[in-house]
């Protein structure tokens, strides 16, 4: 059966929707529950509305869109359908009730085993699939057809359903295994949205049945769409009011979407401020309880609920207002929020998947550690109060989520999935050397583990214990494990014992324990710490036990894996004096590439300079410690009692940048070894003599006591500490 071509008018535009026979170009099938212009409206068909408008350039790939329709329209019927300037042919399978009465996803993969022999006419070259359901049905139905699936999101989509009784009776464990494993079996490579974690929680999950290539795709934001806005303009044509301060939230009515928090928190905030205005964009089956709960809280005329409305509107709405908020309890990468950062306003949000990618706490918005109406009122008044600075600051986290640059990342898995070798094993996100203990059964190697950690913590010989760790600790540790461990009295701590680090934190207690040491006697109540190369916040978390809930830490990580588990452990603590913050520190401030380790087993080693041949460079933001305090805290900085740096032969440069801090003389602990410090162009012995010119003396940290410092460290490096040459040497 041959597909007829057919010339259409639409919006003024003539386009041939199928000029496919005989064109030369492979012929992509990108297969939706969705009708592709915001129905049914939710974060994924966003998404996919985001990718489909970069793929206009594509000379070599010819994409057939194919989804959902309201009632009133015809399926099987071709139509066109404009994707940001691109406008695509179209196929509605079948027809949707509008609000959704039943599973949308389930209906559409029936649909799609049922209009098989109409799918197979279009004679594709792959599958671009966006849901397990339609990757699962698509196997059964076109078998000889290649698929990509693309995950949005990690979990088991039935363990989340609005339909509770879904939730039981053993049905997520039959999805697992009669939709989500055939799935990826079938699949020729799998692109997943999502955090860092989550996505190394996919692997760990589904590795062993994987034969595909799998990597993950970060959100993305069309910025020709969401940007930012004349505000006064936006309030005009949506007819608000100029001189209200307008909070929105944007997605669907739903109970995972956290509405309910939403409304009591801004209840609380109205009671102090009645000018505030809250506008609910989106639409759901809550609704109707939404709107009673709000007028139960608080006056009719303070919260507007919009409905659906197109895209266009929602950065409308998002341009007339003045900070987002969202209540979300489980999801990938929020879409919304991407969307209002990338209109330029803060964000205040609870913490699900991938909001400690976007969101730095006091510097463009917050991310909750808890769901008290209480904090996240609070936070929404504190984040209302910043000027026109934090915008800047959003635009440039969206800026990184550019459709334009991962849409063309995401083509090139296309054609490669096209190709003869496109069924590669997956690519892990952290690779894992092999070792011989490794595939050895669970049991043996949760014994060593456990073996391993009492000698490690309780044996009185300490000689040998490093090298037994170094030796040992990959074999027990097996693939990727995540664990939750006590930590520094009644703190936790998660941790991935694969990583040098981290594995020292969980068999020994403590990564350091002199550095730990010196911590302890050298913050007080009330100060403020600074920790640059935080790490997972080993330290981190000591500081802010030390300086109290008034005191402050101030963290600077540049590697998104080690940023993104350093805010996580923050929030597992319920630690509020802590601002994570995801940039490196130097003697300037702007872009820079940082060079991220190229180690599996040790993620500390990455730099402002290569540390080696296989170092991996990515973008980052560098601040001078002055430019910091002066732009976001300048009220601290005489607060500051400790600075302490390990980023591997930086630290000079970063105390350069921090000459109004040194001239305060608060407490350092540094990493020196001339190994690294080379690679910036000085040494030990000149960055000392610089040290003791500011004013300070200095102190090599050992296990036992301190020792006074020499003119070198040389090329196995030191703890060093220093102190103001005029204070007492403090006891450590």
């Known amino acids: 059966m041959t597909t007829p071509t057919l010339t259409m008018s639409r919006q003024g535009t003539e386009v041939s929707l199928l000029d496919q026979q005989g064109s030369g170009r492979a012929h992509v099938l990108c297969i939706s529950a969705s009708n592709y212009e915001g129905f049914p409206f939710g974060g994924t068909e966003a998404l996919v509305g985001d990718l489909l408008s970069t793929f206009g350039s594509a000379a070599d790939l010819r994409f057939t869109l194919v989804g959902v329709e ?100 053993g049905v997520p464990f039959a999805y697992e295994h009669l939709v989500q494993r055939p799935a990826i079996r079938a699949s020729r490579a799998i692109l997943v949205n999502g955090d860092a974690d989550q996505f190394e929680s996919f692997l760990s999950k589904h590795r062993k049945g994987m034969t595909s290539q799998c990597v993950r795709i970060p959100a993305v934001v069309d910025r020709s769409v969401f940007h930012r806005r004349d505000q006064q303009e936006c309030r005009r044509a949506l007819g608000i009011d100029g001189g209200r301060t307008v909070l929105v939230f944007a997605g669907r009515l739903e109970a995972p979407k956290g509405v309910d928090l939403v409304l009591r928190a801004f209840a609380q905030l109205h009671a102090k401020d009645p000018n505030v205005l809250l506008i609910v964009v989106g639409d759901g089956g809550q609704r109707p309880r939404l709107e009673r709960l709000a007028a139960g809280l608080t006056s009719t005329e303070a919260v507007s609920f919009v409905g659906h409305v197109p895209r266009d509107a929602v950065a409308s709405y998002f341009g007339a207002a003045d900070a987002f908020v969202s209540g979300s309890e489980r999801e990938a990468i929020s879409m919304a929020l991407l969307e209002a950062l990338a209109s330029g306003l803060p964000a205040v949000v609870t913490d699900s998947g991938g909001a400690g990618e976007l969101i730095s706490n006091g510097w463009n918005g917050f991310v909750l550690p808890d769901r008290r109406p209480e904090l996240m009122a609070a936070r929404l008044s504190e984040a209302l109060a910043w000027g026109q600075q934090v915008r800047e600051r959003s635009l440039e986290v969206a800026a990184r989520y550019d459709a334009q640059t991962i849409g063309q990342s995401v083509l090139a898995k296309l054609r490669e999935s096209l190709g003869p070798s496109a069924g590669l094993r997956e690519v892990p996100h952290v690779p894992v050397q092999d070792h011989p203990l490794r595939s050895g059964p669970m049991g043996v190697r949760v014994a060593l583990r456990w073996a391993l950690r009492t000698y490690l913590r309780w044996a009185p010989l300490e000689y040998g214990k490093g090298r037994m760790l170094r030796v040992l600790g990959p074999a027990a540790a097996g693939t990727r494990v995540l664990v939750r461990s006590g930590y520094a009295g009644d703190m936790e701590i ?239």
């Open 494 to 732: 998660e941790l991935d014992i694969g990583e040098y680090i981290q594995s020292s934190i969980f068999y020994r207690g403590y990564y350091e324990p002199e550095v730990v040491r010196a911590i302890r006697s050298l913050l007080h109540k009330g100060q403020d710490a600074i920790d640059v190369g935080a790490n997972i916040g080993c330290f981190t978390l000591i500081m802010a036990d030390a300086v109290g809930p008034v005191g402050r830490v101030h963290a600077f990580e540049a590697d998104p894996r080690l940023v993104d588990r350093l805010s996580r452990n923050t929030r597992l603590n319920r630690l509020e004096n802590v601002v994570s913050n995801q940039m490196a520190v130097s003697n300037t401030s702007g872009l820079a590439q940082f060079y991220a380790s190229a180690e599996a087993d040790n993620w500390g080693l990455g730099s402002l300079q290569p540390l080696g041949a296989n170092a991996v460079g990515i973008s980052c933001r560098k601040i001078t410690l002055d430019e910091y305090f002066r732009s976001h805290h300048p009220a601290r900085l005489d607060r500051v009692g400790l600075i302490k740096m390990d980023i591997e032969g930086g630290e000079w440069p970063a105390l350069l940048g921090a000459s109004e801090l040194v001239a305060l003389r608060p407490a350092l602990i540094l990493e020196m070894c001339d190994l690294l410090t080379s690679r910036f162009g000085y040494s030990s012995k000149d960055f000392l003599g610089w040290l003791r010119s500011m004013g300070y003396e200095c102190y090599r940290l050992t296990r036992s006591k301190l020792r006074p410092m020499g003119r070198e460290v040389g090329r196995q490096g030191a703890e060093v500490v220093c102190f103001d040459a005029k204070a007492a040497i403090p006891c450590i």
């Open 70 to 169: 309201e009632p009133a329209s015809e399926v099987l019927r071709l139509s066109a359908k404009r994707v940001g300037a691109v406008q695509y042919p179209f196929y509605p399978l079948c027809t949707i009730s509008n609000p959704p009465r039943g599973s949308v996803r389930l209906s559409f993969a029936r649909s799609i085993l049922t209009r098989r022999r109409f799918l197979r006419s279009l004679q594709a070259n792959l599958i671009y699939a966006h849901s397990w359901e339609i990757a699962r049905a698509c196997a059964l139905a076109m078998p000889d057809v290649p698929i990509v699936l693309h995950c949005h999101g990690v979990d088991n989509p039935i363990r989340r359903s609005r339909f509770g009784l879904a939730r039981f009776l």
